[in-house]
């Protein structure tokens, strides 16, 4: 057996069944994203929020005695979502979606030093069981250069929506280039979505606390 298997737990839930994840989740992003990496983001004392931040937001996160290792937020695209609203001049070679099967991820992370590619493999996993719970075609998000190039090593396909551009500074004054693209759940191998699912089987315990008939548990 997995020495992590019991250890690491997966939660999708909102601000209005959670609301301690305002804090938990924010603490964890101002820990990786401004702290970490450098990104020029407002804090609301520890925290990082922002307008993204609603009672519409779904948030997918690992724990790891009882505390956050890594995780993600959803928007529908049919609400305002990030990359469309502030970055949409990365959107020139086609239109950003506004669909109801279309969802944003965004403030993808991992916060742990200790098997960062595990976790973090595990967090894609739980990305695209996010995907077949909403019945998602695709997944749109902004990442940098090099997260794009992990992606495809990992052999998930994307399509972008134009070329990169700056998207901004970090803390050392180096322009923070990002392209926008989304992953097509359809259009990924078999072979992938097999992996992904057995991991979401045999690793994680997944609580989906948005389930229309109450809270419901995966664990195998």
């Given at each position: 057996m997995n020495k992590h298997r019991r250890s690491r737990k997966a939660i999708i839930t909102t601000l209005g069944l959670r609301p301690s994840?305002?804090?938990e989740f924010g603490a964890?992003?101002?820990a990786l994203f401004v702290d970490q990496l450098g990104w020029s983001l407002k804090l609301h004392g520890n925290i990082e929020i922002d307008e993204f931040d609603t009672d519409n937001t779904v948030y997918c996160l690992i724990h790891e005695s009882d505390k956050i290792i890594s995780g993600f937020r959803a928007v529908i695209t049919?609400?305002?979502y990030l990359v469309k609203t502030h970055f949409s001049h990365l959107g020139s070679t086609r239109p950003f979606p506004s669909r109801d099967d279309y969802y944003e991820i965004s403030r993808f992370g991992v916060l742990s030093t200790d098997n960062r590619l595990d976790i973090g493999l595990m967090t894609y996993a739980l990305m695209f069981d996010f995907a077949q719970r909403r019945d998602a075609t695709a997944l749109i998000a902004i990442a940098?250069?090099?997260h794009e190039r992990l992606l495809r090593a990992m052999g998930i396909r994307t399509r972008r929506y134009g070329p990169p551009g700056v998207v901004g500074v970090d803390a050392w004054?180096?322009?923070i280039v990002s392209v926008a693209g989304d992953i097509?759940?359809?259009?990924?191998s078999q072979e992938l979505i097999r992996l992904l699912s057995n991991l979401c089987e045999?690793?994680?315990?997944?609580?989906?606390e948005t389930h229309v008939l109450g809270r419901t548990s995966v664990y195998a």
């Amino acid at each position: 057996m997995n020495k992590h298997r019991r250890s690491r737990k997966a939660i999708i839930t909102t601000l209005g069944l959670r609301p301690s994840v305002k804090e938990e989740f924010g603490a964890f992003r101002k820990a990786l994203f401004v702290d970490q990496l450098g990104w020029s983001l407002k804090l609301h004392g520890n925290i990082e929020i922002d307008e993204f931040d609603t009672d519409n937001t779904v948030y997918c996160l690992i724990h790891e005695s009882d505390k956050i290792i890594s995780g993600f937020r959803a928007v529908i695209t049919t609400l305002p979502y990030l990359v469309k609203t502030h970055f949409s001049h990365l959107g020139s070679t086609r239109p950003f979606p506004s669909r109801d099967d279309y969802y944003e991820i965004s403030r993808f992370g991992v916060l742990s030093t200790d098997n960062r590619l595990d976790i973090g493999l595990m967090t894609y996993a739980l990305m695209f069981d996010f995907a077949q719970r909403r019945d998602a075609t695709a997944l749109i998000a902004i990442a940098d250069l090099g997260h794009e190039r992990l992606l495809r090593a990992m052999g998930i396909r994307t399509r972008r929506y134009g070329p990169p551009g700056v998207v901004g500074v970090d803390a050392w004054g180096q322009p923070i280039v990002s392209v926008a693209g989304d992953i097509p759940i359809a259009e990924q191998s078999q072979e992938l979505i097999r992996l992904l699912s057995n991991l979401c089987e045999t690793e994680l315990e997944i609580t989906d606390e948005t389930h229309v008939l109450g809270r419901t548990s995966v664990y195998a």
